[in-house]
């Protein structure tokens, strides 16, 4: 029964400290030491990404403390996590799908519509052009300033947008604004969230293609970009 949670008194469990004797503590039989003070309310965490939260009332009397529990199933809300190109295709079906699994997701659009149409529990849409050092500057504060001072876990480099020309005919703005997305928006956005990152020891995702590893006929311009 090493892994069973047990709960109770400092005095039942037979905690040696004398002070704290009626402090009610909860954990494992495996790890003592690393027992926790039972608040108003606590998240126990499991493997599948969820956490059972536990309310308890306690009052005083002769046999020591009457505690009342009820336990409701809900995702853990610790981290931050950056979805860029999150408005439609990949994007919008990667930042759904880690909202789904607990993690605060600020998942990037261009337009309002999109905002709204993606909007939901664990999932904050913000305006977001990978090209624009302002919108990338907002993104940065609004990290830096969550009012949970949530963890940022991790960058899924994501955004792209697709050209299918000859070389020949492409002009060189179109190039020039094919790399920008493709390619220096996604180092722009690394680098302005690397310190982030580093404090939390997160992760760095790029969102490629195929056309990265072939280039197909009339698509030279893209593959080159990715």
């Known amino acids: ?34 027992w926790s ?19 308890h009332r306690t009052s005083e009397s002769k046999r020591g403390y009457i505690v009342t529990m009820t336990t409701q199933t ?14 439609t295709g990949i994007g ?18 261009r337009r309002g519509t999109d905002a709204d149409a993606l909007r939901a529990t664990n999932l904050e849409p913000v305006m977001l052009d990978i090209t624009n ?10 990290i830096t300033d969550d009012p949970e001072r949530r963890p940022l876990r991790a960058l899924v480099n994501n955004a792209g947008i697709g050209v299918n020309a000859p070389v020949e005919v492409l002009p060189l703005s179109e190039w ?10 996604h180092i ?24 990265g590893k072939v280039a197909m006929a009339t698509y030279g311009p893209y593959a080159g970009s990715k």
Do not use: C
């Not at 809900?74 to 408005?87: C, D, I, K, Y």
């Not at 050092?133 to 609004?142: H, K, Q, Y």
């Not at 690397?194 to 195929?210: C, D, F, K, Q, Y």
């Open 188 to 211: 722009a956005m690394t680098q302005a969230l690397l310190p982030a990152l580093i404090e939390s020891r997160g992760t760095v995702v790029n969102i490629t293609s195929v056309g």
């Open 74 to 87: 809900e995702p853990l809300r610790r981290e931050m996590l950056v979805v860029t190109g999150a408005s």
């Open 176 to 185: 020039r604004r094919l790399f920008d997305v493709n390619l220096f928006g």
């Open 92 to 109: 919008a079906a990667t930042a759904r799908e880690l909202a789904r699994r607990g993690f605060h997701v600020l998942a990037g659009v």
């Open 133 to 142: 050092e302002a919108e990338i500057a907002a993104l940065v504060e609004r």
């Open 1 to 34: 029964k090493q892994n069973q949670l047990v709960w109770g008194t400092q005095r039942e469990l037979g905690f040696k400290d004398p002070h704290k004797q009626n402090r009610l503590v909860w954990g494992t039989r495996r790890w003592p030491e690393e």
């Open 37 to 55: 003070v039972l608040g108003p309310s606590y998240l126990l965490e499991d493997n599948s990404g969820s956490a059972v939260r536990i309310d």
